[in-house]
């Protein structure tokens, strides 16, 4: 059974720093591309970040230049680095793991901008 924990969220002024962490049971993690999505309240889940087994990365139109996704795969770990943050950025973060057979999430961290 694939297991994901997300950390890091809270709550943070306009203009400020957070870093979301996903820690990945299991030896399956190297082998995967790992997502972060978010939702906001009444709004539809969006994708913000993908990054590859390979380490290549993509990103919304809206966190670009904003958010940087990266992974450990000693650690079992991918990360979302998140700088001059706006209150639109208020959600819900989750982090996905694609395999063939199945996508895992997890638990989700909240991440509210405010001042």
């Known amino acids: 059974q694939v297991q994901l924990v997300e950390s890091g969220g809270g709550l943070v002024q306009p203009g400020g720093s957070l870093r979301l962490s996903c820690a990945a049971s299991?030896?399956?993690?190297?082998?995967?591309?790992m997502e972060w999505y978010r939702q906001a309240p009444g709004k539809q889940r969006e994708l913000v970040a993908t990054?590859?087994?390979?380490?290549?990365?993509n990103y919304a139109d809206s966190v670009k230049g904003r958010f940087t996704i990266s992974r450990d795969n000693t650690k079992n770990t991918v990360y979302l680095q998140m700088n001059s943050l706006k209150p639109e950025d208020t959600a819900v973060y989750y982090c996905?793991?694609?395999?063939?057979?199945?996508?895992?999430w997890g638990q989700g961290t909240q991440v509210t901008v405010s001042s």
């Open positions: 990054i590859t087994r390979g380490g290549s990365t």
């Open positions: 299991g030896s399956f993690f190297s082998r995967y591309s």
């Open positions: 996905k793991c694609d395999t063939p057979i199945r996508d895992y």
